[in-house]
């Protein structure tokens, strides 16, 4: 997990979560996209992706699917 940063906007923090996600208008339906998170910014990454329906699931950082990316 280590070099692992959260993806919000000028966030330097470690990252402990995985946001795996899709867009449908763009990517096919078992395709999945990560965007990481502190613990601090789990919550409203999570719910930015969710309102959009994109989130599909949230995991530890150490448990990203070797097929995501």
């Avoid at 995985?18 to 502190?38: G, I």
């Amino acid at each position: 997990m280590e070099g692992m940063v959260c993806s919000a906007k000028a966030c330097r923090a470690e990252a402990s979560w995985a946001h795996l996600w899709n867009n449908p208008k763009l990517h096919t339906a078992d395709r999945r996209k990560v965007w990481l998170a502190c613990e601090d910014h789990r919550t409203s990454l999570g719910e930015f992706l969710s309102v959009r329906g994109f989130l599909v699931e949230t995991v530890p950082a150490d448990a990203i699917p070797a097929t995501a990316g």
